[in-house]
Structure formats: C-alpha cells, structure tokens
C-alpha cells in the first residue's frame, strides 16, 4: 500500500514538475490525426507528425488545433524544491590535555631509535 501510494505521489509531482503534463494531450493529437486522415485518406501517422512538428501541413484552419497538440509549445516553469533534514548528532567530546609550558618542547625521549642509529642524525637539543 505504501508503495502504491508513493508512485501516485510520485506521478502526481511529475506530472507538474516537467513536461510530463503533455501526454495527458495525447487524445488529442489522435482526435486531430483522425481528423486529417478523413481530408487525406494517404496520411500515415509519421507523415502527420513530420507535418504537424517539422514542417506545415498546409492548412492555416487550424492552427489553434495544432498548437494544442503535445510537445507542440514550451511552458518553461521554475520550480524549487526544498527538502530539510533534521539529524540529531552530537559530536563526541575530545579532552585535550594542555602542556604546562605554552610551547611544544622536544623531548629526547620522543625521537625514535631508527633516527639515532642512522647515519644521518637530526641534530640534538
């Protein structure tokens, strides 16, 4: 049930969000294709819409009809779609120790072994 309800919901958001919206003309691109055909009883339906989208279909009539067609005109439409999450996390506490001196010092303890018995000693405190 939920998953039914979320593709309605989804269709209903596409259907107004894009151009989606133009299939719900198709009935009547087939009611004004039917329509041509009864003029020209030749027309295929690949020719009507190479007419009807690429070229002219050589009657001024019925413009109003054609504009009317699906995908025939853009209806640019800006939509902003904000979604806000809300997480609840709370950083884990780090307690730093603080050094009794405000400087670092070096301590001859913290040079490893591997630097002393090298060749190449880092110089001395």
């Known amino acids: 049930m939920k998953k039914r309800a979320a593709y309605i919901f989804l269709a209903i958001y596409l259907i107004g969000a894009t151009e989606l919206h133009q299939l719900l ?3 009547l691109l087939l ?3 039917n329509e041509h055909k009864l003029d020209n009883g030749n027309l ?3 020719s009507f819409i190479y007419q009807h989208y690429l070229g002219d279909d050589g ?3 019925d413009d109003q009809k054609d504009q009317n067609l699906p995908f025939k ?3 640019f439409q800006m939509q902003n779609t904000v979604v806000f999450f809300v997480f609840k996390y709370e950083l ?3 307690i730093v120790p603080q050094n009794q001196s405000g400087w670092p010092v070096m ?3 913290s040079l490893s072994t591997i630097a002393l018995d090298a060749l190449f000693r880092p110089p001395k405190v």
Request: hydrophobic letters at 30%; a positive charge.
């Open 59 to 61: 009657n001024a009539n």
């Open 25 to 27: 003309k198709m009935p």
């Open 73 to 75: 005109s853009a209806h």
């Open 31 to 33: 009611e004004h294709y």
């Open 44 to 46: 295929s339906l690949i």
């Open 92 to 94: 884990p506490k780090i």
């Open 107 to 109: 301590q001859s303890y």
